[in-house]
Structures are given as C-alpha cells and as structure tokens.
C-alpha cells in the first residue's frame, strides 16, 4: 500500500473538515501495522478509503501495483470482495444467521460452489477454534466467540489485506487477547493486517505504530 499526500474534506453546510491533510504512509506486504491517535484525527476515514467503502478527495492510493482511482464501482466491489477482509468493533454479524451461514456469506458473493464452500467454511471455524459452535446463532455466543466467528468471516476468502477497527474494543481482555493472537497467526500465515486501536497492549501484537493527530502521521514507530 503505497499512500500519497491523501486528501479527504467532509463539506457540510457551514463547516469544512479536514479529515486527512496530505497523509502520506507506506504499508509493505505481510506488515502488521497499529493505527492509533485521538478521536476525530482521521483513522476511520483513513479506514474507510483503505477498505475501498469511500474516495479521497486528492492524493494517490496505489494498491497492489495499482492506482484505486482508475478503478470503476464494479471493479473496486470485486478487489473488496477478493482481497479484503474487515473485522469490526461491533463484530457485525447477522442476527438470523447461524455462525457456519454468517462465515459462509463472502463465499456466497464471490460464487463458490455449496460443496467448495462447506470445506472453507469448516476449515476456518476450526482455525478460530469455534467448530463446536456452527449451528449456534451469534447471540448465544460471548462477544469473544462472536469476534472469532467475525474473524472467520473476514478471512474465509483467504484475503491479501485485514482491516480491523477496534477488534478488542467491545471484548475483555482475555478474549481480546484470544482475538489479537489469531490476529497475529493469520499475519504469521502472510496476512497483512492495518489495525485502529485504542489499546497500547494491543497495538504491541504489530510491528509498527502509525500514530495520527489531526489528518496526518506523527511517527511511524518500528517495534522490534
Ligand atoms: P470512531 O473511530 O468511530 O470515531 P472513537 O475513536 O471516538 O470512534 O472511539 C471508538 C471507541 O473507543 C469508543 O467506544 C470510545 O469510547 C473509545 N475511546 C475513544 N478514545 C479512547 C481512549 N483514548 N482510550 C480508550 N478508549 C477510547
Ligand atoms: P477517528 O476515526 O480518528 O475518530 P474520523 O476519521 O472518524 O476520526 O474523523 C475525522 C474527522 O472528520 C473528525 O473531525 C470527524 O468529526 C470528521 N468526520 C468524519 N466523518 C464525517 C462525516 N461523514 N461528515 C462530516 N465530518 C465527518
């Protein structure tokens, strides 16, 4: 992911805000990356443009080798649906689904056959250790077991990219320390993951820290 001086300005009727100031950061294939900063400093938006869910106004946003912006609706809808996964604080999954149709719904949208399917999704329910839930529906699980299932979900595809917003955010810490160390397997396994965090304990799961204030970087931290 190579981002260059990315502009993005909300307009409403009286006020104008700079959500990103010419932000510029470079994310490396199979790199775990914490996004952290204040509220309203821009790590949603920058979220969001990353997911491909919304445009910069200005700047450059060059994906695999290629620049988003000459990327038609369609086109971005097919890069989302093959290559990233997101993973949210509220886990987001479907109420009337059971946890095996919940993790089987990208693979719906991407059309892979019912036999196809039943094998990944079953792969990955044991991968997230959740098997013994599958026909169980998403309020009878702990929110640790739903963030699993939503984990499942996000990565049934066998995307290039993970997208989390605030994982452990509506967990405890035991089960968001489950979360961040599946997290870290899935990057171990080559998954390249941009977190927004709240949490220094969490944000120390990455290799590197991007701490944003008003639009922008302040400094790009390497962990060792
Ligand atoms: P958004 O990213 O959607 O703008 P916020 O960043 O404001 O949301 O906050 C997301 C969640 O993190 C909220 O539940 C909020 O209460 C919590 N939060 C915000 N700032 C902090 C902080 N400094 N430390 C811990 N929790 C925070
Ligand atoms: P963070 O996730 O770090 O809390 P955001 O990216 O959500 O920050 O917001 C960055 C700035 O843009 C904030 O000042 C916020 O109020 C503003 N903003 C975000 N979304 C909108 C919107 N849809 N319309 C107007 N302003 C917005």
Redesign the pocket.
């Known amino acids: 992911i190579n981002i260059t001086n990315l502009e993005?300005v909300?307009?409403?009727d009286e006020v104008e805000?700079?959500?990103l100031n010419k932000l510029s950061i470079e994310i490396k294939k199979g790199e775990f990356v914490a996004v952290m900063?204040?509220?309203?400093?821009?790590?949603?938006?920058?979220?969001?443009i990353l997911g491909l869910l919304d445009d910069p106004d200005a700047g450059s946003f060059v994906f695999n080798g290629t620049e988003i912006a000459k990327y038609n609706e369609r086109q971005r809808a097919e890069l989302r649906k093959h290559n990233i996964g997101f993973v949210f604080q509220s886990f987001n999954l479907i109420d009337e689904l059971t946890v095996f149709e919940n993790v089987e719904l990208p693979l719906i949208y991407t059309g892979v056959k019912a036999s196809e399917r039943k094998q990944k999704v079953d792969e990955v329910l044991e991968k997230v250790q959740i098997m013994h839930r599958r026909n169980h529906y998403p309020q009878q699980l702990s929110g640790g077991q739903q963030q699993r299932v939503a984990v499942a979900r996000a990565v049934v595809n066998n995307p290039k990219l993970i997208l989390a917003d605030e994982p452990t955010g509506n967990l405890d810490s035991s089960n968001g320390n489950e979360v961040m160390e599946l997290l870290t397997n899935l990057n171990e396994q080559g998954t390249t993951i941009i977190m927004?965090t709240h949490s220094e304990h969490d944000a120390r799961y990455s290799h590197r820290i991007i701490r944003?204030l008003d639009?922008q970087t302040v400094t790009e931290n390497i962990l060792i």
């Open positions: 993005k909300y307009r409403t805000t700079i959500a900063g204040p509220s309203g400093c821009g790590k949603s938006t920058l979220l969001n927004v944003m639009g």
